[in-house]
């Protein structure tokens, strides 16, 4: 049975309270950084601990800390990113709903490292239940002592607040996110200057998302220096991943980081095979936006050793054969799955989330969303993958935020993995529809439907 | 589009009025606009939808310009700038809810209802749209019913029925 460090406590009944919660030995990193660490020291935990953000980017989390500026009477923020909307990522919801203090006590600890006094939990709008489930847990931890004035005696002050989102993928991205705690649409900022510097209200701001916030509990409980010993290289500790599409147990898992990618897809520990006896075709490793890989490239490198659940063995042989670990959302498809289809599906996703500010994106995300539609259903060209092609091209590294790299880098994967199947569906425009008898109509109700 | 065909006149009671105070309340002085997203979350609750005379009345409120929150009302997709159903079912649409037959539940759905995508049903209860991504990919297909934004997991023809079944009931 693999270690877990987030999850330990999970199938506890009432974990979800504080009560229950503190039993199990919650809250002890808040006892120990108050009364036994400098914030400072804290810092140096969290680098030595090797965490990389667990929202996407993977930028090392103790090296974000200390990039904050520091000036005096200017108040310093943490802003918690859990607008999780990456198609394929559902880990922070898991987590907000099943261990919401298991965030609160990061947050906490978090704060008190940067020096912040008031912090804030974005979460996005359509995660009701999960912002009513944290509002709960912050009042008990109020009432516990550990939160307001003077927590547990230390003379040091903290006040958290959940602000909800209300449905906009690019407020994941963390100048989004602040523009849109400040009350306005969410449009990413040109960096420099970063958070750190100007963040939220113009102050020094850390982001980090829910898991990375998470997991700064277990690295002060145990030290820095033993949450680096799990895991491989610079893929340090545990990582929660979100397993979907056709699998027998889809459902968010802790690993430990290094894991074999087939033993995460096949062992019943995990998600236990491909569903219903089928075979796998391809996986996409680390949500929507990241390159799908074909069954044998997502289990074998470049250089035909096991692929690992690793940052480094996900990206290897970059984005010729490799893929990224993202959010670590896993989503798998089938034999029977139409790639078309599915790039389709996820640059209507882009077009729709793009914020409409850098011309490339707002354009070009809506041009491949059109052209994948088309050969989608029955209308295609051959000269259109290569129309593909060229639109991803112009669109990736163009942009303000990564959304526009977000919309290329499926389309660039599914040509150069699938360019075969883009091709069938142009060649046989009345089979493909066929095959999608029933679904074509939601697609375009321009386009009829083959009868 | 902004496109609005109701001139409804709305009043915030005093119940609502102490939450936005709440809200205000979570931010520094002179930043009370970051409380603008949940306060239009609470009025649309209540009304049902965002009236442009409930968004005159937030921007009076927040002592912000109204056109700063139709541009934010217009942004964001969970607000609602027509009036719908009683009960809104928004169906992810979404990637890896489509591969277990998220598609096969919006057909289903138009088909027992009887109206299109973004229409209300004939009795006033029931409108219902496809969604982006609603973050729970290995529970899907799923569908969210707000203002509480319930979730239901797992659906098949025959569960979209139950619920459907249910909210009427629960109507009459």
Redesign the interface.
């Known amino acids: 049975m693999a270690r877990k460090l987030l999850l330990t406590h999970i199938d506890v009944p009432g974990i979800q309270t504080f009560d229950v919660y503190r039993q199990n030995g919650g809250y002890r990193s808040v006892e120990k950084a108050l009364k036994t660490m400098s914030p400072d020291d804290v810092v140096e935990e969290v680098k030595k601990s090797g965490l990389r953000g667990r929202g996407g980017a993977g930028f090392p989390t103790g090296m974000k800390w200390s990039f904050l500026a520091k000036p005096e009477g200017v108040?310093r923020y943490l802003v918690c990113n859990g607008d999780?909307?990456?198609?394929?990522?559902?880990k922070?919801?898991f987590l907000m709903t099943h261990i919401p203090h298991a965030l609160l006590e990061g947050m906490i600890v978090s704060s008190y490292a940067l020096g912040a006094h008031?912090s804030y939990i974005y979460v996005?709008?359509?995660?009701?239940?999960q912002i009513r489930i944290l509002e709960r847990a912050i009042q008990e931890a109020k009432a516990a002592g550990f939160l307001g004035k003077n927590i547990l005696g230390s003379g040091y002050d903290l006040?958290i607040?959940v602000?909800?989102?209300?449905?906009?993928?690019i407020c994941g991205e963390e100048t989004a996110l602040l523009e849109?705690?400040?009350?306005?649409?969410?449009n990413p900022r040109i960096k420099p200057p970063f958070p750190a510097i100007a963040g939220l209200?113009g102050c020094p701001t850390v982001v980090n998302n829910v898991e990375s916030i998470a997991a700064t509990v277990p690295i002060i409980n145990d030290g820095g220096e033993e949450y680096a010993k799990i895991g491989i290289e610079r893929s340090t500790g545990t990582k929660l991943i979100?397993?979907?599409?056709?699998l027998v147990k889809?459902?968010?898992y802790e690993i430990e980081l290094g894991l074999p990618v087939e033993e995460f897809i096949y062992s019943d520990e995990y998600c236990g095979g491909i569903a219903n006896g089928k075979k796998m075709k391809a996986v996409v490793a680390g949500g929507?936006s990241v390159p799908i890989l074909p069954a044998n490239l997502i289990l074998k490198t470049a250089n035909g050793n096991n692929r690992l659940m690793t940052y480094e063995s996900l990206a290897d042989g970059g984005f010729q054969t490799g893929s990224s670990m993202g959010s670590g959302?896993f989503?798998v498809?089938d034999e029977d799955?139409c790639i078309v289809?599915?790039t389709w599906?996820?640059s209507r996703?882009y077009h729709?989330?793009s914020?409409g500010q850098c011309s490339p994106c707002r354009e070009g995300t809506g041009w491949m969303e059109k052209v994948l539609h088309k050969i989608e259903n029955g209308h295609g060209d051959l000269s259109d993958i290569e129309l593909l092609w060229d639109i991803q091209r112009r669109i990736e590294g163009n942009t303000i935020c990564p959304l526009g790299d977000a919309a290329a880098w499926p389309v660039a994967a599914a040509i150069r993995h699938f360019r075969d199947e883009f091709e069938w569906h142009i060649k046989h425009p009345a089979d493909a529809l066929i095959r999608n008898y029933?679904?074509a109509h939601?697609a375009d109700p321009l386009v009829p439907v083959v009868s | 589009m902004l496109s609005v065909k109701n001139n409804e006149v709305v009043e915030f009671s005093s119940t609502l009025l102490n939450q936005f105070a709440d809200i205000v309340g979570r931010f520094p002085e002179g930043r009370q606009k970051s409380a603008l997203l949940p306060i239009l979350h609470l009025v649309q609750a209540e009304f049902g939808w965002l009236s442009p005379d409930a968004m005159n009345k937030v921007a009076y409120y927040l002592s912000i310009e109204p056109i700063e929150v139709f541009e934010v009302a217009t942004f964001y997709t969970m607000y609602l700038l027509q009036p719908q159903g009683k009960y809104v079912l928004e169906v992810c649409r979404t990637g890896p809810c489509c591969l277990v037959g998220a598609e096969g539940i919006m057909a289903h759905l138009e088909h027992k209802l009887g109206v299109k995508e973004g229409e209300v049903t004939p009795d006033g209860l029931f409108s219902w749209r496809g969604v982006e991504c609603l973050a729970a990919c290995g529970y899907g297909p799923v569908l969210q019913i707000g203002p509480a934004y319930t979730f239901y997991e797992n659906l098949t023809a025959d569960s979209v029925d139950q619920l459907i079944d249910d909210l009427s009931s629960k109507t009459i």
Do not use: W
């Open positions: 108040p999780e909307s990456e198609p394929g990522t559902f922070d919801r008031t996005r709008g359509e995660m009701m239940p006040e607040y602000q909800p989102g209300a449905g906009a993928y849109s705690l400040e009350g306005k649409r969410g209200y979100s397993a979907s599409g056709n889809p459902g968010v929507s959302g989503i498809f799955q289809r599915n599906n996820f996703f729709h989330e914020c029933g679904l939601y």
